[in-house]
């Protein structure tokens, strides 16, 4: 099993809202990574996770709260967020941080409105 | 602050024609990734190079890596249909002194390729 899986593919929440995104992968990988690549623009890192523990944090907004409650899971909570933060989220996963071989899920389109 | 930056940000080329993708970045990285992006999809990874001139190809397209010019080049032989999408390039940094895992993308390249 060499995949990452990310649900919802899709989601609209309101700007009050409160909603999650979840990334899962069962191969063992250690590290973790959440990415955010908005319309016709490259993916730019917002977290790494190593090892369940926060590891780079790419001066992300406080409104974006990361999670690893175990190996295999990671979590992007979200709340209160702007129109402008609709993007893909990417989650990638890889044996150890900085391995050259990470693995991508299929992202998460989000729209606020 | 690292920049990565690709060109050209747009490449239209014809069936069985032959094209070169460049990549320059800013700061010393032997750590190089090149990924394919189909529209509305995720990351493919296509070549990671990791020394000093690397080549790696696959199929059509064959990737190297200059890390003293601070140059990747992806070059695309024979293009078909099948490789119209989005092109990156990555350069992996370690982040604080210590492990890599800071990938820098460029802007992408979106190929089309016409019949």
């Known amino acids: 099993d060499t995949e990452v899986t990310q649900t919802p593919k899709h989601l609209v929440m309101g700007m009050t809202n409160k909603k999650s995104l979840k990334c899962e992968q069962h191969?063992?990988?250690?590290?973790m990574y959440w990415y955010k690549q908005k319309a016709k623009k490259p993916p730019e890192l917002m977290f790494v996770y190593s090892y369940e523990k926060l590891s780079i944090n790419e001066s992300v907004p406080s409104r974006f709260s990361p999670e690893c409650p175990n190996s295999s899971l990671l979590n992007l909570h979200l709340h209160a967020l702007q129109p402008e933060d609709s993007a893909l989220y990417l989650c990638?996963?890889?044996?150890?941080?900085?391995?050259?071989?990470?693995?991508f899920g299929q992202g998460t389109r989000l729209t606020v409105v | 602050e690292l920049k990565v930056e690709q060109n050209p940000l747009f490449l239209s080329m014809q069936e069985g024609k032959n094209y070169t993708i460049y990549c320059n970045y800013s700061t010393t990285s032997d750590r190089l990734y090149w990924y394919r992006q189909d529209p509305g999809k995720s990351l493919e990874s296509l070549f990671v190079l990791l020394s000093n001139g690397a080549v790696k190809q696959e199929g059509r397209l064959m990737a190297s890596l200059d890390t003293k010019a601070r140059l990747s080049t992806l070059h695309i032989t024979a293009a078909v249909h099948d490789l119209s999408a989005t092109y990156f390039c990555?350069?992996?940094?370690?982040?604080?002194?210590?492990?890599?895992?800071?990938?820098?993308f460029g802007q992408g390249t979106i190929l089309t390729v016409h019949p």
């Open positions: 990555a350069v992996d940094t370690p982040a604080g002194g210590t492990s890599y895992g800071k990938l820098t």
């Open positions: 990638a996963s890889s044996r150890r941080q900085g391995d050259t071989e990470a693995f």
């Open positions: 191969m063992g990988h250690r590290a």
